[in-house]
């Protein structure tokens, strides 16, 4: 079964491979992998662990992602969606909460690969996947402003409103030199894309700033612009794989933890799965070509299990690289193993140069992420759009926000699936005939030279025009209990019921069973075989013979005729 669901494209496209192909992918890696050192240092660091975290798991997750993956030019590693979710685990059950629940994300990340879930995924309501979104970048950029205004406050609160009001409170504080180099390096990522699309705007600025800072210390005695090397330990090599250390809390077993931690390792699978999946969809339009879902699904829960190992965070595919590796001719997942090796050369051998990156210049690289997170112009779009589904966008965004990501994708899904429940059962219409049918538009009727089909008298015909599931089955049990009359014999017309669920079937039951009491009879028209297979195993013989199912509404109507005949 693994086998039938796991096919790594690295494999596959080393059959064909060529010198040719390899300096595009050489290429492109390095070019990738210089634009994921800022990005890996500064979620490292947001998410609350520090530099180094970020960029093992840009190496460890990149390549086991790239090696493993169902797609030809993914480039995984952290992003700026799991900050949020990140912080929020380590405030609360600590660094080795982190790590448990990041393997947990991963075991459900294979299962889902495993049992070929990876379409579903896709189905998530984009009002959804565009509200928590929004919502992440909002959070993310809320959580940068101590930073680029230099204020140096600890002990910040967690949550949005306070955070803000905690700013305000001390906007005296502010740092004006500190602030100086955030908006310079700010100006530094917008305006460069504009002179070279080659270097990323972020890497420029964070080398012009470094430059600043420390020429600004050693020379003209400006002193608080705080560097990494200030906060953090700095990297100093590529650790050894190590097991959590469980601290339980007094009175908690180790299934309790696992409970607790469930639904946060929930929502980084759900998060890791739509992220990576979505990137994949984008990067097959571009190359034209077709990604393996559930490969990918199998490949991210692998890095996630082993990122932690090593000290890392959360991974997945990030689309700005990938992106940024298809642009620059990178087709095949050697790319993103090259990109997770140049990673490595700068842990191993410039780990003192990162501890010179100065803090404010890290919160305009996070800033300017979250501006692209944002989706602002899609939040405009949709406003556009049917009133539901903006409300369903508006009410994950404010969620992910007030509360946390988990509670917003629960109840961003579940708003999703009553809208989608009530959309369903407007369009699902239960008709009734009286006295002839129309042959015209029909396609269950066998035309003979009469132009209407006549129903015969006592006899009272009905149609489901639609999906019979839990929804329209309470709806046609309403519309057959409120008709007063009591023919012999009534025709359930089913040509375009294309399934049935276990609530249309026990409520046929039911009405079958009432129906017989009334000395009513019941005859079924036009059921197809997916569904007359479905009532077979549910053993709806017991209720109704099989005589009285009908293939189309000439034999159902001949059938009824008959019975009245009697």
């Known amino acids: 079964m693994f086998q039938n669901v796991f096919k790594p494209r690295l494999f596959e496209t080393l059959k064909s491979y060529s010198g040719k192909q390899f300096s595009a992918d050489f290429m492109a890696g390095i070019i990738v992998g210089i ?12 998410s609350g662990v520090g530099p180094t975290e970020g960029l093992v798991t840009a190496i460890i997750a990149g390549f086991i992602i790239s090696a493993f993956g169902g797609t030809r030019v993914q480039i995984g590693g952290p992003t700026g969606a799991f900050i949020v979710i990140i912080y929020g685990i380590i405030q609360q059950y600590g660094l080795s909460g982190l790590m448990i629940a990041t393997i947990m994300a991963g075991l459900l990340l294979i299962f889902m690969g495993v049992f070929k879930l990876g379409s579903i995924i ?239 210049c890290l919160a305009a690289v996070l800033v300017m992420v979250s501006y692209n997170m944002s989706g602002w112009r899609t939040f405009v779009a949709l406003a556009k759009n049917p009133k539901s589904d903006f409300a369903v966008l508006i009410v994950t965004f404010v969620l992910t926000v007030i509360f ?65 599931f839990f929804g329209i089955a309470n709806k046609f049990e309403e519309v057959m209990s409120s008709i007063a009359e009591r023919p012999k014999v009534r025709v359930i017309r089913m040509r375009k019921v294309a399934f049935i669920d276990s609530t249309g079937i026990h409520n046929l039951e039911t009405l079958c069973i009432r129906s017989e009491k009334e000395k009513v009879q019941i005859v079924l028209s036009g059921v197809n075989e997916r569904v007359r297979h479905t009532l077979e195993k549910a053993g709806f013989a017991n209720v109704l013979k099989e005589e009285f199912i009908c293939s189309n509404i000439n034999e159902a109507l001949e059938k009824a005729g008959q019975i009245v005949g009697k």
């Open 122 to 360: 896709k189905f998530v309501p984009y009002p959804v996947i565009i509200g928590f979104t929004g919502g992440i970048a909002l959070t993310i950029f809320s959580t940068q402003m101590n930073d680029f205004f230099g204020l140096g406050l600890k002990n910040v609160p967690a949550d949005f409103i306070s955070k803000w009001i905690y700013y305000f409170q001390n906007i005296s504080h502010i740092h004006w030199a500190s602030f100086a180099v955030a908006a310079g390096s700010l100006a530094v990522i917008i305006v460069f894309p504009k002179i070279s699309k080659k270097i990323p705007g972020s890497l420029v600025a964070i080398i012009l700033a470094t430059v600043v800072v420390w020429v600004l210390k050693s020379f003209c005695g400006v002193s608080g612009i705080t560097t990494i090397e200030d906060l953090y330990k700095l990297p100093s090599g590529l650790p050894m794989p190590h097991l959590p250390e469980l601290t339980l809390k007094e009175g908690q077993t180790f299934f309790l933890m696992l409970k607790d931690l469930f639904p946060p390792a929930f929502t980084i699978a759900m998060l890791g799965a739509i992220e990576s999946l979505l990137s994949a969809m984008v990067a097959d339009g571009v190359i034209s070509d077709k990604h393996d879902s559930n490969t990918e699904l199998i490949a991210q829960g692998i890095a996630n299990i082993a990122s932690p190992l090593f000290g890392g965070i959360p991974a997945t595919g990030a689309i700005a690289r990938t992106m940024t590796n298809i642009n620059n001719g990178g087709r095949t997942p050697v790319a993103g193993i090259i990109h997770a090796g140049v990673l490595t050369l700068v842990l191993l051998f410039l780990g003192k140069l990162v501890g010179m990156i100065p803090m404010p």
């Open 404 to 468: 946390d990501l988990t509670i917003a994708i629960e109840i961003g899904l579940l708003l999703a699936l009553l809208l989608f429940l009530r959309r369903t059962n407007e369009t699902t219409e239960i008709r009734t005939f009286k006295n002839e049918i129309d042959p015209n538009d029909e396609s269950d009727i066998i035309l003979h030279d009469e132009e209407k089909l006549v129903i015969p008298q006592n006899v009272a015909v009905y149609e489901i025009d639609g999906p019979y």
């Open 35 to 46: 634009v994921a050192i800022p990005l890996a240092i500064a979620f490292g660091i947001a």
